[in-house]
């Protein structure tokens, strides 16, 4: 016996040094992933002026980034990424005691605080932040003045401390500009009361002390903005849009100016727009899509300076010298941009004038910051940033671009994936390589590695050639479905294809369909398809994918379609459709060319087929009354569920529309539950086998639906923040709903707890995170559903011939009989995202991908979330795989995925299969991009990259000459012994 | 068995044939010297040769006994080791297991040449034969219990639906929040 379970042990020690270790080692790290940092569209930037001797920029972006650029690379100096609900409205770099930009932003409402750390402080309050200005000084301490939500607050450099403030929201006035006439200690604020009332406050900036407060009545009303020409004199428009309005309040006294737009220009082109700018003496009115520069002189004759068709974007002001102020302006044309500096009161000359060429697809120029620089001979030059359609960042000098930045993809949207060209000839190893000596160098380098006989420099020098791995960036489909194209949508209408390999831009394409046009005034783009996937012609027809858009936020606003190839990102053909779309369903039918299906569903509830083919029509007609569809109404809490039912008729008579009828609803009580979260399975998952092997060599059967909906509601109270209930009067509940019959599979209350769920639904069981009230701690459920109607199929000669009808197609109409298993565990973070591995044949063991407040990924194996966990596992429960049961999961630091680094503003994660069955591509987005390959049961069908092949070559060799030598030895001798 | 294959077997280089029996002087080659008479000497030794032979043949009987006997031995073995590697499945427990399934069925294979070496007319080979057959048929009974054991074998239901594909569903159902 003793003898016995020393054999045990021996074993079980052998085994478990073989068990998965999914950390890196260090020099691993690069090799398979990579990681990119982004800011997002840039909202607004600030330099840091010559004098402080740092040549970089500070931007605030629409991501809630502020970051410190390097002017000469583009690179990320600093970055600090705030949480989706501090939204910066405006940053600012106060000189003197404190170099620091100001960053405002949301914080707790009406809550004083301000916080000096890393470089950023913070004020809180609430609305959008009007003006700050920085350049005050009482005695060494610099103020600074921060307008925001109706309030003026002036606050101290060195501390933080709020020195006055005053308030104007009790006065019901709309602030529209606060006013600092250079040079003074004055502060004017003007803004609307009612509509047409214009009111003027002066006030002392050193101590709040209110000076003068005038108001006038103007009758026709105002509109809109107002733009500041001079330090006491602004510009409105009139509530037609069609007069001017030169407001003066020098020495206190009101007095308006009215100028008719049709006196300035002979053609009108109906109400304008004024495009605030803050140059002093010139500003722009925008009519239609004519840009109009005015320049006001004498305080109220208005002058036409330039009258254009392009699209023209204007600096702020930058002054240069005492009283010199110059500004930027950018026109696009076609495929150059023209940048013009010029002063702000000499209009006809130009400081400098340069062309650049632009490409295409960034669009035309949204935003433009000037910065100005001394040349080796004195002279003024002038850099500017400009933030593209594309919300890509570029910076010019000397009429060329110096970098430039695709913060798009900070934004992204929608994610799918394309495969790459097959490769047609034998791309050869001198190709490849370079050339052949490097080809031998390199492999001597890695030989001497192996050999243990590299000097550190070969070290460096080997592991800067793995992370080079030229193999790694080709252009070609390879054997293990490694590489791939991610085609991703950004929020700017823009797609690009990264590549799987290093994360570079294969190509990026500004979508026509998603830009502003007359029929489309606010597209907005929703989601990404395959469109094609060529298998069987894969060597002559490129896959192509479907973007889907629409115009505008309402739910009857028309939708528009993109074709796009993905090997050349080229549009193939883009529709505007004059029905909206409310759902796209991808069905699982193609046609002859092997383009996928899809059914939009409009607002009206009318099905559109796309393709329009009449081949696509029969294909979807004989499939017809086998095709439904759910609509999920989160605001009323009903789910609904729908059948087609014949060609449409009416109006909208075509080919390929189709009406629907409703079949059954489910109506949530709408006092005590809402829809927070609904999931299904992917559709693309491939699930191995029905049949789950338990101890004892009994079966349970998974019951697998691609039409199972994870619905979760929580009580109406429990639908606001953590904390503010009590556990008694917030719930949970999760259902399982069936798609196509309606019928509720399971339930199950969770009470005193309260979301936000993030779940994920795969194979036959579904996992949500949500939040316990009365343990105070965040809680993972899993919820297991097995058919138990098939239970019955245990007559092994049945099986062994195959007379059961366990694979034969089933109707969900027929009565199912589920029993469900679920477990629930303490979970220490909160979630943003989850997803779970997917590979090509669904073998492999699964793991959940959590990404965490900490924007990191985690993997956590899918056995902890077993809902078979006991506390004391019998032995064949063990070998089955079951872990003692613990009350919470555990969280392995060496089971991040994103190892040292962090998916900033982390938004999603997409598991994509490789061909190779135990890997899986991982590629998590937010603002920042991460990829990485993931092997969830270790890569046991091939071999790691890091397989010494050399020694395994040295031992074959080594063997078989022993083989020989012993042969002859043997052969010798017996023969010495035949004769002896 | 390998005593019987050491003294019989085909090990053997040289021999010489005391008992040729055979009177006429023309089925040999080389004629017999003058003044040897064969039929004397025959006459002479053919009861010391017959006692001979009964003993040979009780030997033979014997040798094959023990040689139809020599499996048990390995089955008591057999079951010793089988009884150390356990019930779990690893490396050592399934090669005991299939050295137990193969030593059986190697040894049915050749039966015959097992006892070859014991042929003799007056030899009744069956008996041996038999039980050596039954020994090995129980040794290997013993290996596929103990393959049964580990589990191996797939008379479970589980065994034939482990990778069946989930059954196809007729219907199909898209949709979600309206986008």
Known sequence: ?980 | MEKGKGVMGAGRRWAVDFSDNSTAPSSRDIPDPPGFTRASVDQDDSAVSRQKKDAEANWKSQKAWEVAQAPFKNLLMMGFMMWMAGSTVHLFSIGITFSALWQPISALQGVGKVFEPYKDNKVDLLGPKLLFIALNLGGLALGVWKLNTLGLLPTHASDWVSSLSPAQEVEYSGGGIPL
């Open chain 1, 1 to 980: 016996m003793a003898i016995r379970s020393f054999l045990i042990l021996f074993i079980l020690f052998f085994f478990s040094s073989l068990n998965p270790i999914l950390s890196l080692y260090e020099d691993q790290v690069g090799l398979v992933d990579w990681h990119q940092q982004y800011l997002g569209k840039v909202k607004q930037a600030v330099f840091h002026t010559h004098k402080t001797g740092r040549k970089r920029v500070v931007v605030s972006t629409e991501e809630n980034v502020v970051a410190s650029l390097d002017l000469r690379q583009g690179e990320i100096f600093w970055r600090h990424v705030l949480g989706s609900n501090d939204v910066i409205d405006g940053i600012d770099i106060a000189l003197g005691k404190c170099h620091y930009p100001f960053i405002r932003r949301k914080y707790f409402e009406s809550m004083e605080s301000s916080r000096w750390a890393d470089g950023v402080g913070i004020f809180s309050s609430g609305s959008k932040a009007l003006k700050i200005i920085t350049n005050l000084k009482i005695e060494k301490d610099n103020i600074v003045i921060i307008f925001s939500n109706g309030r003026l607050n002036a606050v101290s450099c060195i501390d933080g401390e709020v020195l006055w403030e005053k308030d104007f929201e009790g006065e019901s006035l709309k602030v529209q500009q606060v006013i600092q006439p250079p040079g003074s200690n004055l502060i004017y604020v003007v803004g609307f009361v009612s509509s047409s009332l214009f009111e003027m406050y002066q006030i002392n900036a050193l101590n709040g002390e209110l000076l003068k407060h005038e108001s006038a009545a103007f009758s026709g009303g105002f509109l809109g903005e107002v733009s500041p020409v001079f330090s006491e004199t602004v510009v409105a428009l009139d509530s037609t849009g069609l007069i001017l309005l030169t407001i003066s309040f020098q020495n206190g006294k009101i007095s308006f100016h009215q100028t008719p737009i049709s006196n300035l220009v002979k053609d009108s082109f109906g109400p304008a727009k004024i495009i605030t700018s803050s140059v002093t003496g010139i500003f722009a009115i925008k009519m239609n899509a004519v840009t109009i520069v005015i320049r006001v002189k004498d305080e109220s004759k208005l002058e036409v300076v330039e009258k254009t068709n392009h699209e023209t974007s204007i600096s702020d002001a930058l002054s240069i010298s005492e009283g010199q102020q110059a500004f930027a302006l950018v026109q696009h044309a076609s495929h150059e941009i023209h940048l013009r500096v010029k002063l702000a009161h000499n209009w006809d000359d130009n400081l400098l004038k340069e062309s650049v060429k632009m490409d295409q697809h960034r669009g035309l120029v949204h935003k433009v910051y000037i910065n100005n620089y001394i040349r080796t001979d004195k002279s003024y030059g002038f850099r500017a940033l400009i933030v593209m359609e594309d919300h890509s960042l570029l910076l010019l000098q000397q009429g060329e671009i110096v970098w430039s930045r695709e913060d798009g993809l900070a934004s992204i949207i929608d994610v799918t994936t394309s495969e790459l060209p097959v490769e047609r000839d034998g791309v050869s190893v001198a190709k490849v390589e370079h050339n052949l000596f490097e080809w031998l160098k390199g492999h001597m380098l890695k030989l001497k590695g192996t050999l243990m006989l590299a000097s550190p420099q070969d070290v460096a020098a080997i592991q800067s050639m793995r992370l080079k791995n030229s193999e790694k960036s080709k252009m070609t489909r390879d054997h293990n479905g490694f590489r791939k194209l991610l085609i991703v949508l950004t929020r700017a209408g823009k797609l690009f294809a990264l590549h799987t390999g290093d994360g570079h831009i294969v190509w990026s394409y500004l979508l026509q369909s998603l830009q502003k046009s007359k029929v489309c005034q606010h597209p907005i783009g929703l989601n990404l398809y395959k469109w094609q996937v060529p298998h069987h012609h894969a060597m002559d027809e490129n896959p192509s994918v479907l973007v889907i858009g629409k115009c505008g936020p309402s739910s009857d606003a028309p939708g528009a379609l993109s074709f796009v190839d993905t090997y050349t990102g080229k549009e193939l053909s883009s529709l505007s459709l004059v029905h909206s779309v409310a759902q796209v369903i991808p069905l699982p039918y193609t046609d002859s060319t092997e383009q996928c299906l899809h059914l939009l569903i409009d607002a009206d509830k009318h099905a559109h087929l796309y393709p329009k083919t009449p081949e696509a029509i029969s294909t979807f007609e004989r499939e017809f009354s086998n095709i439904y569809w759910y609509s999920v109404e989160d605001d009323n809490g009903i789910i609904k569920g729908h059948a087609l039912r014949g060609k449409c008729t009416g109006e909208v008579a075509d080919e390929v529309c189709f009406d629907t009828r409703e079949l059954w609803s489910i109506v949530f009580p709408s006092e005590s539950e809402k829809i927070i979260a609904i999931v299904t399975r992917k559709l693309n998952e491939v699930v191995h086998t029905q049949a789950k092997v338990i101890a004892d060599q009994e079966v349970m059967y998974k019951y697998i639906s691609r039409n199972l909906l994870f619905v979760a509601t929580v009580a109406l109270k429990g639908s606001v923040e953590i904390g503010s209930v009590t556990p008694e009067e917030s719930w949970l509940v999760a259902y399982l709903i069936d798609t196509v019959t309606g019928r509720i599979l399971h339930r199950v209350t969770h009470h005193g707890s309260q979301g936000p769920v993030h779940a994920v639904f795969s194979e036959n069981w579904v996992v949500y995170h949500y939040f316990n009230l009365k343990a105070h701690r965040y809680e993972m459920s899993v919820i297991e559903i097995y058919d138990q109607s098939r239970a019955d199929n245990k007559d092994v000669w049945k099986l062994v011939l195959g007379k059961h009808n366990l694979t034969s197609p089933i109707s969900l109409y027929s009565r199912p009989d589920v029993i469900t298993k679920s477990q629930s565990y303490f979970f220490t973070h909160s979630v943003k995202a989850i997803a779970v591995t997917s590979t090509t044949k669904g073998i492999t063991s699964k793991q959940l991908l959590i990404g965490t407040i900490g924007d990191q990924v985690l993997a956590l194996d899918k056995r902890f979330l077993d809902p078979r966990r006991t506390v004391n596992p019998t032995q064949a429960e063990k070998e089955e795989g079951i872990i003692p049961l613990t009350d919470s999961l555990p969280i392995i630091p060496q089971s991040y995925v994103t190892h040292a680094l962090r998916v900033e503003g982390l938004r999603g994660i997409i598991t994509v299969p490789a061909k190779l069955e135990s890997t899986t591509l991982v590629f998590a987005h937010g603002v920042d991009l991460f990829f990485t390959q993931l092997a969830p049961s270790r890569t046991y069908d091939s071999l790691t990259d890091d397989f010494n092949y050399a020694l395994l070559l040295i031992t074959i060799v080594a063997l078989l000459a022993a083989i020989f030598v012993t042969w002859t030895l043997s052969e010798r001798k017996e023969l010495q012994e035949n004769w002896r």
